[in-house]
């Protein structure tokens, strides 16, 4: 008898009949085969699909509830799966109590599931801020009843696994990069306002905050803000006025809140005081807009704009770091921790020759995530997909990759048609 279950309802005895999908989503050869091995187990249930089909006649069947507890040994003692990373460490933000908040890290298949309803939220902020923008662009008093729901629901994702949205927000085009930009950083401020401990309506803030930082740039003129040659001294002062024009944008908007004006006008600002537009310093600047500063800047630098190409988010992150004055140190080692040197979803090159995909990353090893294989640069052929711990092994990361330049169109968790 044939029966559709979901991955974490897998054990061991049982008959594979099929997996959807094509071999670059799961590691197996064949689709069909009796699951007898601990390490075939673990690697289905890490498997980019969100369940498989079994056969009761060849293999086991689904364990009665009363059952499943019995099989506690097919994990390790704690109760995880042997394969999973541990628990990432959060930091406190200024002012807030040493507590250590521990995150539980996410199966592969939570992972999968919240892949797909980040990118139905996308999807949908699009219309949201362009409507949004629109308005702003035309004069008009902006209603953010919306971007306040939006912010919701992006926050809900982040909440149960950060990498999801915020490597889909990522995958920004040069047409939409001024309303995806908004959304981007609007995921990173509430990733980041977790990792810094704050509270659910500070997170809230943060959000809507990073949503709304760059409203102000529907005041200046579309050929300014899309020209691809070097702008001129006047046409620079016309950007650089997006953040007072912003903070008056939003002080027409009745219960905004206090975070969403301060970042609009002060993300900016630079902690040596040579930022804009009042040269503020450390001290006089807040904890949301030196989160708004990082944020932005980030995306920037990491998005294809009509004027450059976008880095790869490792040299960003050396770029940045190595801007003396520019940002907050204890806010920028937050920011590194909550977004990752190698976000999940990035294609790289190993040291073996390999490309892989970035499947999960942890704070404790920034620079040695877990990797999923699938080409060899070598031999110019296909892998079969393997999941490996970098921080476990001799291989290393030694550059970003471009799939495109290996006749490679679809990256596992990445779509790139």
């Known amino acids: 008898m044939l029966k559709s279950i979901a991955l974490t309802q897998l054990r061991l005895g049982m008959y594979v009949h099929s997996i959807p999908g094509g071999w670059i989503n799961h590691p197996f050869w064949r689709k069909s085969f009796k699951i007898e091995t601990l390490e075939d187990l673990q690697t289905l249930r890490e498997c980019p699909v969100e369940e498989v089909t079994i056969d009761t006649a060849k293999g086991r069947d689904i364990a009665p509830e009363h059952e499943i507890d019995d099989e506690a040994d097919e994990d390790d003692e704690d109760g995880h799966d042997k394969a999973a990373p541990p628990a990432g460490i959060a930091i406190a933000h200024e002012g807030a109590s040493a507590t250590v908040a521990v995150r539980k890290p996410a ?23 362009l409507n949004m923008f629109s308005e702003a662009r035309m004069g008009k008093t902006v209603d953010v009843k919306d971007a306040a729901e939006l912010v919701t629901e992006i926050t809900s994702s982040v909440s149960r696994n950060a990498d999801a949205l915020i ?7 040069t047409d939409d990069y001024t309303y995806m930009h908004s959304v981007a950083v609007c995921a990173m401020m509430i990733s980041l306002a977790n990792q810094l401990g704050m509270t659910q309506e500070q997170i809230k803030q943060a959000g809507m905050a990073g949503l709304l930082h760059d409203v102000g740039k529907m005041a200046v003129p579309l050929d300014i803000l899309n020209k691809p040659a070097k702008l001129t001294e006047e046409e620079f002062a016309s950007v650089r006025s997006h953040t007072v024009q912003g903070h008056g944008i939003l002080q027409q908007i009745e219960g905004i809140g206090e975070a969403a004006l301060d970042v609009s006008l002060h993300h900016h600002e630079k902690i040596d ?68 040197i190698y976000p999940t979803g990035s294609c790289v090159i190993l040291q073996s020759g390999r490309l892989g995909v970035v499947v999960d990353q942890r704070p404790e090893h920034l620079l040695n995530p877990r990797i999923k294989v699938f080409y060899s640069t070598t031999s110019r052929m296909p892998l079969k997909p393997e999941i490996i711990d970098l921080a476990r092994g001799s ?23």
């Open 107 to 129: 199966t592969r298949t939570e992972t999968a599931v919240e892949r797909e309803r980040a990118a139905r939220i996308i999807s949908s902020s699009k219309s949201t801020v």
């Open 167 to 173: 490597s889909l927000a990522r995958l920004k085009t």
């Open 273 to 340: 005081g040579s930022g804009y537009p009042f040269n503020l310093k450390a001290d006089s600047i807040s904890i949301m807009a030196k989160m708004g500063a990082v944020c932005d800047v980030y995306d920037a630098i990491t998005s294809n704009r009509p004027y450059k190409a976008g880095w790869d988010p490792a040299r960003s992150i050396r770029h940045m770091a190595a801007s003396a004055g520019h940002f907050d140190p204890i806010t920028m080692e937050a920011f590194v921790k909550a977004i990752g």
């Open 395 to 417: 291989d290393k990361i030694v550059a970003y990759a471009d799939p495109a330049k290996w006749g490679i169109r679809n990256v596992p968790g990445i779509d790139l048609q």
